[in-house]
């Protein structure tokens, strides 16, 4: 049976500051620059979820995209949409949420959703020319 990739395309907006909390604000814009901004700032995140596996023969499915539409929604849009990620989301209290970490929590908190015999990788626009991908590895 072939193997095929599903993608399902969602979005969030959320503010948030790089920054490291044991190092100084000068530190913090030598490495993080505009992005250590002590007033935060914000992004229109665009997140693509992509599923790979076999045809379900009976379905025609790899996966049903209403069923991942509904998880993303619960999982990361009601988490994330509208808030300061580094105080309004548990897992961003003590890990810096630059887009790599984003997509890194996003990946976990869905994954436990979906088959295992599914692979799944993330991309995560953070702008439309600054994008990251993870897989779980």
């Avoid at 909390?21 to 992509?50: A, P």
């Avoid at 295992?116 to 439309?128: A, R, V």
């Amino acid at each position: 049976m072939p193997r095929v990739t599903v993608h399902r395309k969602a979005h969030f907006n959320a503010a948030h500051r790089l920054h490291r909390k044991d190092w100084s604000d000068e530190k913090n814009f030598d490495v993080f620059n505009k992005c250590s901004n002590v007033y935060f700032h914000g992004h229109n995140y665009e997140l693509i979820v992509s599923l790979t596996g076999e045809i379900d023969k009976k379905t025609g499915y790899v996966y049903d995209l209403g069923k991942l539409k509904t998880l993303i929604k619960t999982e990361i849009e009601e988490a994330f949409d509208h808030k300061n990620l580094n105080i309004e989301v548990d897992e961003f209290k003590d890990l810096n949420p630059t887009a790599e970490n984003i997509s890194v929590v996003i990946y976990n908190k869905l994954r436990i959703h979906i088959p295992k015999n599914l692979d799944m990788e993330i991309t995560l626009y953070e702008t439309p020319r600054n994008f990251v991908t993870y897989s779980g590895n």
